[in-house]
């Protein structure tokens, strides 16, 4: 269960790890990034790498706002 949509600090806390390995986006971060800042409003489903087929994804949805400009950077 998810606890609300992603706020400021969620956003700056989710750009430090997906820069923690080696300071890049990779594509597939890239991919995520792009479906959470574009502006139709939907249902994203994510799980971890290597997750069990029926592991139970976690729900996201396209943020606004400074939260949006906060995973924008990660795009630029």
Known sequence: MNSGPLTEVDAKELKK????????????????????????????EVQAAGAKPDATPVALYPVSAKTKKVLQDLLQ
Not at 24 to 36: C, P, S
């Open 17 to 44: 790890a997906i820069l923690a390995d080696d300071g890049k986006v990779d594509a597939a971060e890239r991919d995520l990034l792009a479906e959470m800042t574009q502006s139709k409003f939907r249902r994203i």
